[in-house]
Structures are given as C-alpha cells and as structure tokens.
C-alpha cells in the first residue's frame, strides 16, 4: 500500500474509462451500420466495469498477497455485452439489405443517449486525472523531504 | 523504524494514514460507474489515536518497523444509486483536496523536524 498503487488504481479507470468511450464512439459510428460481418445490422455495445475485490476482507486478503497488476480497489472492464433490444424497421424498398418486404433493420442507437453516456464517460475521466494529478504532487513532496 | 525524534514517528503515521485515505478516496473515483461498489474509507481520527497508542511499545523493543494496518471500511449514511452504486462524487473530491492539503503540512511539518536536528548539529549555525 504506498503512493504508487493510488496512482495504478487512478490509471485503471482511466483505461476503463477510455475503453467505454471507444465503445460509445463506435455505437455512433454505427448508427446507421445495416451491414455487418455477422450479417445483419450492427448491434449497440456495453461495457460492464468490474472491481477485483469486494468485501473488506477480500481486500485484505489480496493487499497481504501483493498480487502484481490486481491492486484491490482498482477497476476494469469485465465484458462488452451486446443490447438485446430489437432492430428498427424501416422501409426502404431500394436499399441492397432490405428484407422480401421491402424493409431494412437499422441499428436501434439513440444518439442522445449515447451522447450522454458520453459525456459521463469525459467527466469520469476528468475526475480520475485530476486524482492522478493530486497523487503526482503527494509523491513530489515526499522527494522535496530530501531536499534541504 | 524507530525515528530521532518521538514527533518524526508520529509524522510518519499522520503521511502513512494520509496515503491510505487518498489511495481509498483514489479507489473511490476509480469505481464511480462500478455496479455495486460500496464508498471505502478509514476512520482517520481513530486509526491515528489507535496507530501512536501503539507506537510507543513497538519501539521499546526495538523490532524496527511497526506494523500498523489501517481498517478500511465502508462509509454508511451514502445515497445509493439504483445499481447499487453509492460513491458520491462530492465527498470524494472534497477529500482528496483535503488529504493533500494534510499530506502537505505532514511533510512541511517533517522538513521542520529535520531542519531542527540539521541546526543542532551544526551548533546552532
């Protein structure tokens, strides 16, 4: 338990939170994708965030272990799911992925939702940086102890 | 380790205990869109009360380092979100700044220390 495992917990959210907004940035990449390589239209995309340990005494546990790259508190993404919500219908005769009956499955992404999502994403980030900035000065003046 | 002075060891606690809340504060933030993570936090009053009780015997015997682990527990009272999630953003920042705030005075007070042992050797100079 010393400075330095504030700052890799800090930086596992970072990297969580920046994997989210790649997510979201290919949901609205994707908002109109009809063609994908699975056949069909492109499907909305979640992450789940996950902590390694839960209870108090996981915690101890794992911080008397010193178990390298899993410090207890930090945060990661345990799986991408997709969004089982039904595609959108709409009817568009000429398009090449239109059905027998003339309509063609679009992806069902709400860009202000995601939008939103987004911008949680940003302002998570935003927090955890300025906690990686707090920790940096927290290390710096344990070296200014050594000077005079 | 046993210290020069009787204030450098209690210092050494105050800076231990502060990098423990900010890890847990850092903990915090980390998890803010975590489904069912529980706030953590140390009782900072009482873990130090309890770690400078302790001190004194540790160095009597002279074992070298004392090993004191700070409780981290989780806070009660906090709103909680619908997915269980109770980290308020808020407390969080205002702890942080607050734990840096100590952390500053603990080296501040630290180089002081110093600074006094370094006059009395050199006589005063």
Redesign the interface.
Known sequence: MNLFDALSISGSALSAERQRSEIIAANMANAETTHTMAGGPYHRREVVFETPATSSFRLALAATRQMPGNVPGSVHISQVVDDPSPPVMRYQPGHPDADSQGYVAYPAINPAAEMVDLMGSVRAYQLNASAVAATKSMIQQSIDILKS | MTQPTPLLSTLETY?KLT??R?????????????????T?DINFESELRRATAMAPMETADNTGTVHF?P????VPGLLERPDGNNVN?DR??LL??ES?LQ??LG?QL??GQ??QI?SAINGGN
């Open positions: 800076l990098n423990t900010a890890q847990a504060i850092s903990s915090n933030m980390a998890n803010v869109d975590t489904p069912g993570y529980r953590h682990a409780v981290v527990r989780e953003l969080e920042g942080l700044a840096q952390y500053q080296v630290i180089k110093f600074h370094l």
